[in-house]
């Protein structure tokens, strides 16, 4: 069975740094995009961006780019999203999921998601 | 950037109950849609990809339509497991866009 294995949740304080993990198994790793969501609370989802293990390849949206960085480390099945500095307004849960690369068929499989919480 | 506009933002209805959700692309999107549901406090799931293709486990009462701009998520007949958030996204073209979300009440 596929699955994407995240940590539960993170506590930080504004200006701190932060990494979460994507761990994938169960499937064939480089054949899916990875990518990441945020939820706020009470809030609807956002599209972060995503890589595509086999090559590394990012996109990110423009709500984001500069801001997060998404990288990988195919040898240990694991995609990362990484802040330099927090924000408050970084609270809220991120998610990752897998998407089979091909225009329309979506993300399949989700990981249970990390929380977030950015406060002094 | 795509934007998907969903309507409407909440709806209330009962069991038994036939439901439609729509989402309107900015431009063209093919059939590059997807409808995911979440219920509060867990993780969303696909119900529908390609805009009308029965994503593997989900019940038949789950049915998607629509191509280019125009797409609709139809529950036949609503079930008490049903109530929940349902979202779409395009995967036409990055940046990958969310629709707003549905809250779908029971009435």
């Known amino acids: 069975e596929a699955q994407l294995e995240q940590p539960g949740a993170e506590v930080k304080e504004p200006g701190e740094s932060l990494r979460i993990s994507c761990e994938g198994s169960?499937?064939?790793?480089?054949?899916?995009?990875i990518n990441w969501a945020r939820q706020m609370p009470g809030k609807g989802l956002e599209w972060m961006g995503r890589?595509?293990?086999?090559?590394?390849?990012?996109n990110y949206s423009p709500s984001f780019q500069g801001h997060v960085t998404i990288s990988i480390d195919k040898s240990i099945r694991t995609a990362y999203l990484q802040w330099s500095s927090l924000k408050a307004s970084d609270t809220g849960v991120y998610y990752c999921?897998?998407?089979?690369?091909?225009?329309?068929?979506?993300?399949?499989?989700w990981g249970q998601g990390t929380t977030v919480i950015v406060s002094s | 950037a795509i934007q998907m506009t969903q309507s409407p933002s909440s709806l209330s209805a009962s069991v038994g109950d036939r439901v439609t959700i729509t989402c309107r692309a900015s431009?063209?999107?093919?059939?590059?849609l997807g409808w995911y549901q979440q219920k509060p406090g867990k993780v969303p799931t696909l119900l529908i990809y390609?805009?009308?293709s029965l994503q593997s486990g989900v019940p038949s009462r789950f049915s998607g339509s629509g191509s280019g701009t125009d797409f609709t998520l139809t529950i036949s007949s609503l079930q008490p497991e049903d109530f929940a958030t349902y979202f779409c996204?395009?995967?036409?073209?990055?940046?990958?866009?969310f629709g707003q979300g549905t809250k779908l009440e029971i009435k």
């Open positions: 890589i595509d293990p086999s090559d590394s390849y990012i």
């Open positions: 431009q063209g999107i093919g059939n590059d």
């Open positions: 999921a897998r998407h089979v690369g091909s225009r329309g068929y979506g993300m399949d499989v």
């Open positions: 996204l395009q995967d036409y073209s990055f940046p990958f866009t």
């Open positions: 390609a805009a009308s």
């Open positions: 169960g499937y064939s790793f480089s054949s899916y995009w």
